[in-house]
């Protein structure tokens, strides 16, 4: 990401922030979630049974998934696994077919470790969800897959530490608050970002404060057209005061994509389907059940994922194309079919198919094939 420097304007209003921002607009955003709050059926949950592992379930959900496709995956999942000791006792692929289709698998392979650290060090019957938690935000990031923003959200619902969240919605909040028009990602803006909302979380209600901040910016102060009349700080807010609130902040700076070519093969035989489970240093997608994949190198060239060196991966007949995202790769796939036998290789049925397919770039592949096969 590019280094910036702030213009005077931004350094003089993110100045004000530090000075005028403090913990009564704090206290005014934890009030109007208190009120205003839309009841998320993770925080229904917290109110009635105040089992963390609840909320920290859908923090972990929510990192790369939007809320609309969260509510479902977080049913399934609960009903699969209801508290921390049935995850803790779960084998890996029942996780992860328990959260199939929400990409991003890592999340869900960490929360399932740090679950089973926590009931072999800290179970206790007597306490709550039957773990004794950690409380700290220290405590919460030592624990795998927990980072600064995830640490500070379940330390502050759950525990009432008042440590502070910044994400996306945050970040937009707080440029329109402070009129900047910037990008609000710029990597200059994390820090003074932290230090004025660490200013700002109330002692009493640092959860409510966290989780109204960032309802703020989902449900009011909206990327395209924020409702200022419905808004509980409005009168704090530098760009409504000067009608600038379409330019701050300015667009986000784009994350930079590496394109990256992938040769996927169905191999058929005998009206089946072979699959391989991808190596633990797979560059995409540890781990998982899917189709032999190719990297591709340079100029058409491809080098192996994983130890198929045997194989002859120019052999089969392509099906077409398809295109796919993971972190910053822009992946093009080209899927073939074969009769290439690979090492390890394991045959399916049709039907079997949608329960071991779990990443979407497999799920996008098989449903190509299969177009192409009915076309
Ligand atoms: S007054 Fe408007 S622009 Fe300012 S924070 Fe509230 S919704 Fe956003």
Redesign the pocket.
């Known amino acids: 990401m590019q280094t910036v420097q702030l213009d005077s304007h931004s350094q003089r209003n993110l100045r004000r922030g530090k000075k005028n921002l403090n913990k009564e607009h704090g206290q005014i955003l934890s009030h109007w979630y208190q009120s205003s709050g839309r009841d998320l059926p993770w925080r229904l949950l917290w109110t009635k049974h105040q089992n963390p592992y609840h909320v920290w379930l859908s923090e972990i959900m929510l990192q790369q998934t939007v809320i609309k496709a969260v509510i479902p995956a977080y049913d399934r999942f609960l009903k699969t696994f209801p508290s921390i000791l049935e995850l803790a006792k779960a084998q890996e692929e029942q996780v992860r077919l328990a959260c199939r289709g929400l990409g991003y698998y890592r999340r869900f392979s960490f929360l399932h470790k740090a679950a089973k650290l926590l009931v072999n060090e800290y179970q206790d019957p007597k306490a709550k969800g039957g773990i004794r938690w950690p409380t700290t935000y220290a405590d919460w990031m030592a624990l795998p897959g927990i980072g600064e923003y995830t640490a500070a959200a379940i330390s502050s619902i759950c525990f009432d530490q008042p440590k502070a969240v910044v994400d996306g919605n945050v970040e937009r909040?707080l440029c329109?608050?402070l009129n900047l028009k910037i990008p609000p990602n710029l990597p200059v803006l994390k820090k003074e970002f932290k230090v004025i909302t660490n200013q700002m979380v109330p002692q009493e209600s640092p959860g409510d404060f966290n989780q109204g901040i960032m309802e703020?910016g989902q449900t009011?102060?909206t990327v395209k057209s924020?409702?200022?009349q419905?808004?509980p700080?409005?009168p704090a807010?530098l760009?409504?005061k000067t009608k600038t609130?379409h330019l701050a902040p300015a667009p986000k700076i784009k994350k930079e994509f590496t394109n990256i070519n992938v040769r996927l093969a169905i191999p058929v035989a005998k009206g089946k389907i072979g699959l391989i489970q991808r190596s633990k240093t797979a560059k995409f997608l540890k781990e998982t059940w899917g189709f032999p994949t190719y990297i591709g190198a340079e100029k058409g060239q491809f080098k192996l994922d994983q130890s198929q060196s045997k194989v002859d991966w120019k052999s089969g007949t392509s099906v077409g194309k398809i295109k796919h995202t993971i972190t910053h790769h822009k992946i093009e796939a080209e899927i073939f079919e074969t009769k290439a036998r690979y090492p390890s290789i394991k045959w399916f049925n049709h039907a079997d198919l949608e329960e071991k397919l779990l990443a979407s770039l497999d799920q996008k592949a098989w449903k190509q094939f299969t177009k192409n096969k009915n076309s």
């Open positions: 909040v329109r608050l703020l009011v102060c924020p409702s200022c419905e808004c700080i409005k807010c760009s409504c609130q």
